[in-house]
């Protein structure tokens, strides 16, 4: 069956230290996507990409890096930059930005910075 | 510019109706969609309703959309406690903007 993964599922990192988030998905979508989540705070978006070797900066783009070598790749790197990583992030996927079949997402992984 | 407000919180005893209301800033916006979160899991597409529609169901949902208004809702008939979730609204544009998420709403079912 075609879909999204992300792993792993919890991540736990000591402060300082760099930390890359995994999504593969392997439903042939163009578009790739990194959300995070706070409480009360809804999505946000991080990074986006809508074709190979592209990607573009979202709402919250720093302290984050990412990379599209691969259309079935999307890696998230949080660094030490990030001043707040602790949260759920999520990534999802789509045929391309804006169609009627809406995001594919995947179960997310949570962050926990100590 | 873009923006998707949702009321935080609804509470509703099992059996009644549920409806979760959106209101949206952009009247450029193609379709729209509703989302459901179920605790530690990722979003899972519920229903959408394109630009130029008015209602769309389907079984216990049914999406309104008042365009004058900018006004979005979600009617979920015979709530059940397998319905309590987080619900978020969306809206897309067209070309290659990424969707916008409202904040979400917590639906909460009263056995």
């Known amino acids: 069956d075609g879909g999204i993964t992300q792993s792993p599922k919890y991540l736990f990192r000591k402060e300082g230290q760099n930390v890359t988030l995994s999504c593969e998905q392997n439903?042939?979508?163009?578009?790739m996507y990194w959300y995070r989540q706070d409480p009360g705070q809804g999505l946000r978006l991080i990074y986006y990409?809508?074709?190979?070797?592209?990607?573009q900066k979202g709402d919250i783009a720093e302290g984050y890096s990412v990379s599209r070598e691969k259309k079935e790749s999307f890696p998230l790197t949080v660094t030490s930059a990030q001043k707040n990583p602790t949260a759920f992030y999520l990534c999802a996927s789509s045929p391309q930005t804006g169609t009627k079949n809406g995001y594919t997402f995947g179960s997310g992984t949570r962050l926990t910075v100590v | 510019g873009e923006d998707v407000e949702q009321s935080l919180f609804l509470s509703v005893r099992e059996g009644d109706s549920s409806v979760i209301n959106c209101t949206y800033t952009d009247s450029s916006s193609t379709y729209l969609y509703w989302y459901k979160q179920e605790p530690g899991a990722g979003l899972q597409l519920l229903t959408y309703i394109f630009s130029n529609m008015d209602m769309k169901q389907d079984q216990r949902l049914t999406v309104l959309l008042n365009k004058k208004d900018k006004h979005l809702s979600l009617r979920i008939a015979d709530t059940q406690t397998g319905d309590s979730a987080i619900y978020f609204c969306a809206e897309s544009f067209s070309g290659n903007t990424p969707l916008v998420f409202g904040k979400g709403t917590r639906l909460s079912v009263i056995a």
């Open positions: 439903l042939n979508h163009d578009a």
């Open positions: 990409s809508q074709i190979v070797n592209d990607f």
